[in-house]
């Protein structure tokens, strides 16, 4: 049977408001932890159980500072990975080493691991940076609290995008710069960093700047 026009037209705005609705709640839903500033080393820290909770998203503050000229206070160092169209991060501060992924387009970022380190490792982790200058090229930022380094014998991915070959070499270069670390940390202070089967079990979390960057991710 035909229906006539108004009937059609509510039929179509009572579907919008239910999607809309469903919309609302799905937003209503997401587990968004907001990661701490420590304004003593300049940077956000991971909570200790984040990928225990079940979490949708993490935020983190900007690296970028207003500040000209300033003491750095932690290392980043990036590794290029076209799959993601983007890089690998390691982020070293004085409490934690954090693996990211990081983008400088929309793409959304992900936490992928972290360990707790102490400002003894952190000293010593600066120290064989500092002495292996040609694993390295350092960027002269002077807006950011971090000195930006980029990893020069870095395993490239294939030139076609695919994602098993982009977390194979994401691994074996994050394992290469752990590896470098612990050569010249004291076999107390290495740091363990989990082996690739152990590492694939660990749900990657968005990260982003702001809340509203990870809920317009899940619409």
């Not at 179509?12 to 080393?41: G, R």
């Not at 500072?65 to 300033?70: F, M």
Request: glycine letters at 2%.
């Amino acid at each position: 049977m035909k229906r006539p026009l108004p009937y059609l037209i509510f039929q179509f705005f009572a579907i919008v408001i239910c999607v809309s609705a469903k919309a609302q709640q799905h937003h209503k839903k997401l587990k968004i932890v907001q990661a701490p500033w420590d304004t003593t080393i300049k940077a956000s820290v991971i909570p200790d159980n984040i990928f225990l909770l079940n979490a949708d998203g993490l935020v983190m503050a900007p690296r970028q500072s207003k500040i000209e000229n300033q003491p750095k206070f932690y290392l980043t160092i990036s590794w290029s990975a076209p799959s993601i169209d983007g890089d690998f991060i390691f982020t070293v501060t004085k409490k934690q080493i954090i693996l990211t992924s990081g983008h400088e387009n929309p793409n959304p970022d992900y936490l992928f691991w972290f360990v707790d380190i102490t400002k003894d490792q952190y000293e010593q982790i600066v120290h064989t940076i500092d002495k292996s200058k040609n694993l390295f090229d350092e960027q002269n930022l002077n807006y950011f609290y971090g000195r930006q380094l980029e990893y020069k014998y870095y395993i490239p991915e294939q030139k076609h995008r695919n994602t098993k070959d982009s977390n194979y070499k994401m691994y074996l270069n994050a394992k290469k710069l752990i590896d470098t670390f612990n050569r010249e940390l004291k076999p107390k202070d290495q740091i363990m960093f989990p082996d690739r089967k152990k590492l694939k079990t660990i749900k990657p979390i968005m990260t982003a700047t702001m809340a509203s960057e990870i809920t317009q991710w899940y619409y």
